[in-house]
């Protein structure tokens, strides 16, 4: 009975202690992932692949590795190690193409504004302004201009329009113009012009200071994916001799594959790290 009492009593103690915590609402991990991750697909031109078919692409890959593997070299352990390598190699060049279109993108953000800028100026309402970079604008973006044309017609909602054109984008320089265009759509004011102008200017000084600092790090980065990559290329070489596969099947074998893999990823991601731009991030979503 003493016992039922003292966990009743602890019990309440608790509920009492945690009523005085406001729980935070946090977004969930998978959601945040996904978000990330559909942004990304977006970025490198493919808003129709959803990030469960990228999960099921990079599954399909290491698991076509790993039976080329076993069908070449007879080791478990040596197909394991380089299915493992090659499983996120769709995600790597989702993100080689993204970034390739964002720097496409960074030379082409300050015409997209002063194509607005110019479109204020000749007395166009906002939309028409916005509207018109689908037929004017660079060829990059027409289509997606050309589709917020459509939405505003079709709906006459403005802010609608810009929501669905910054999900097509999903860029954050986009961010920041839609949004500054919906500030002064909402409360109005004079000085859009001068806005649009300042922002040009500041995209044409971050786009050449950014494309110097690339140019400048892309050997370092270059020399060490080459280095990364010479002892698992010599590991292939290797293990087309039937002598050095088995080997590698044996405990102490499987021990040098898992701690060169682990080197291997830790060195990348630390000379990754260091050698890493601020990349801006999508804050006005």
Not at 104 to 117: C, I, N, Y
Not at 190 to 201: E, K
Not at 230 to 253: H, I, K, M, Q
Request: net charge positive; proline share 6%; charged share 20%.
């Amino acid at each position: 009975m003493g016992v039922v009492v003292g966990l009743l009593l602890g019990v309440g103690a608790f509920c009492i202690w945690w009523s005085f915590w406001t729980p935070v609402p946090r977004p969930a991990g998978r959601a945040t992932w996904q978000m990330r991750t559909r942004d990304l697909l977006t970025q490198a031109g493919a808003p129709s692949v959803t990030p469960g078919m990228l999960v099921g692409a990079c599954a399909t890959l290491g698991l076509v590795t790993l039976l080329l593997g076993l069908a070449l070299t007879r080791s478990p352990a040596i197909a394991a190690c380089f299915a493992v390598l090659t499983a996120p190699g769709p995600v790597v060049l989702v993100r080689a193409r993204a970034r390739r279109r964002r720097q496409a993108l960074r030379e082409v953000w300050p015409e997209v504004v002063d194509h607005l800028a110019s479109g204020v100026r000749a007395g166009l309402s906002l939309p028409e302004a916005v509207a018109q970079l689908g037929q004017r604008g660079p060829v990059e973006l027409r289509e997606q201009f050309g589709r917020f044309a459509h939405d505003y017609r079709a709906g006459g909602r403005f802010g609608d329009a810009l929501d669905a054109l910054k999900e097509r984008l999903a860029d954050p320089v986009a961010d920041r113009i839609v949004e500054a265009l919906r500030l002064t759509r909402e409360v109005g004011g004079q000085d859009l012009g001068r806005l649009l102008r300042t922002l040009s200017g500041f995209l044409r000084e971050d786009a050449a200071t950014r494309g110097e600092l690339e140019a400048r790090q892309s050997w370092t980065v270059n020399g060490a994916r080459v280095a990364v990559a010479g002892p698992w290329v010599v590991l292939a070489l290797l293990a087309t001799r039937p002598e050095t596969a088995r080997a590698y099947d044996s405990p102490a074998g499987v021990a040098v594959l898992v701690i060169g893999g682990l080197c291997a990823v830790i060195a990348y991601r630390i000379m990754l790290r260091i050698g890493r731009l601020p990349a801006e991030r999508r804050v006005l979503r």
